[in-house]
């Protein structure tokens, strides 16, 4: 039997089915990038169609016999679309050219980033520096913030600190996020909660997410725009207060323990929320979920089907634990043996327990002797 099956799951090659099922699945919430004056909109929003005038062409007002003539794919959308929180907003007049804050605050906005370069008690000073400096004053407030996620309950909790003036926390807790989307959440809550305390004019925030924060001034589309939308309006807002007005993100990850934000982090990991369902989902996690059931499909099948061969080599990593089947970054398998082409097919040969002979060498040399002289 030719061990097809096989070499394709260890190059990282998904069954085409499976792939075509996640193509689908992607396609489905692109719906969710459209402006709202969009014609699909008027198809799938009964809301949207009710405010317009337009309730005869929604999907939920049409006959069975009008929707089983519409094509499953828009109804397919429609339906994922129903599941999602809307999470893009393209045409926030926040993003639009010269109404940027990135472009007409430049000045205002500076980063702080970690130094790989240098050792952890270095970082963990430059943070205690910036403390003592910041502390002294009484325009200066600091915002240290941290998200974490357990059994798909996002827990996002910032800290405010204002000389002589009593700590502000905001807890917040959400359901089916992202890390990222957490993290740009308690980012948001923690800038809208300093930028409206009196006669502040600087802002430091401290995380360990500055990927996040660097998503706030991208102005391409992308399914964080309604929290970035609000954290802009929230700068824009400080920065015409008083020229003066700046703000500095400081990245701070969280296995320095630095004291502030390492207090943070521990509290977001204290609490224990038992969500409430049924709920709805955001766009990142929302695909995510179906990635990752795809993907769980595949692996059953690898594991259950006899195309397999009962010969496959099963590799384990340094805990002895079966390395699972994965088309991130060229499987699970051939990255392990470097980038030899010679020596990735002795490790094939050997995982599959397949070399070029007999029928599987018949098919490239029909005229030549395909009879494995040792069977």
């Known amino acids: ?72 794919h828009l109804v397919d959308s429609a339906n994922r679309v129903n599941e999602c929180f809307p999470s893009f907003n393209p045409l926030n007049s926040e993003f639009s050219p010269g109404l940027r804050v990135i472009n007409n605050f430049l000045d205002c906005i500076s980063f702080s980033l970690f130094n790989k370069e240098k050792d952890n008690k270095s970082c963990i000073q430059l943070l205690d520096e910036m403390v ?101 309006y929230n700068l824009h807002y400080f920065f015409n207060c008083h020229t003066n007005n700046s703000i500095k993100f400081w990245e701070c990850p969280s296995y320095l323990k630095w004291h502030l934000h390492n207090k943070v982090n521990k509290e977001t990991k204290m609490f224990k929320l038992l969500p409430l369902y049924p709920c709805k989902n955001l766009w990142n996690f929302s695909k995510k979920c179906k990635s990752n059931n795809i993907l769980n499909v595949w692996k059953i099948m690898f594991q259950a089907s006899d195309l397999k061969e009962n010969q496959f080599l099963d590799l384990v990593d340094n805990n002895n634990n079966i390395i699972k089947l994965t088309y991130i970054k060229g499987g699970s398998w051939l990255k392990m043996f470097g980038y030899s082409n010679s020596l990735y097919a002795c490790a094939i040969r050997v995982i599959t327990n397949h070399a070029p002979i007999g029928k599987f060498r018949l098919r490239f040399f029909p005229r030549k002797q395909f009879k494995c002289p040792y069977d």
């Not at 990927?211 to 589309?221: D, L, M, Q």
Request: aromatic share 6%; with cysteine; hydrophobic share 45%.
């Open 1 to 72: 039997m030719s061990p097809s099956f096989g070499i394709e799951a260890i190059v990282g090659l998904m069954l085409i089915n499976l792939h075509l099922q996640k193509l689908g699945g992607k396609s489905q919430l692109c719906t969710c990038k459209l402006p709202p004056s969009h014609l699909i909109w008027s198809l799938i929003d009964l809301q949207l169609n009710s405010n317009l005038g337009l309730d005869v062409v929604a999907l939920d007002s049409l006959t069975n016999r009008q929707q089983f003539l519409v094509k499953s």
């Open 132 to 232: 003592l400096e910041s502390s002294s004053s009484l325009f200066v407030t600091i915002i240290a913030s941290n998200a974490s996620i357990k059994n798909n309950v996002a827990m996002s909790i910032a800290h405010i600190h204002t000389y002589d003036k009593p700590l502000i926390k905001t807890i917040h807790h959400a359901v089916n996020v992202t890390s990222m989307e957490a993290e740009l959440f308690v980012i948001r809550c923690g800038i809208n909660q300093a930028t409206h305390i009196n006669n502040i004019s600087k802002i430091i925030v401290v995380t360990d997410s500055i990927h996040a924060v660097k998503r706030i001034f991208n102005p391409s589309v992308y399914p964080f725009q309604v929290q970035s939308a609000a954290v802009l």
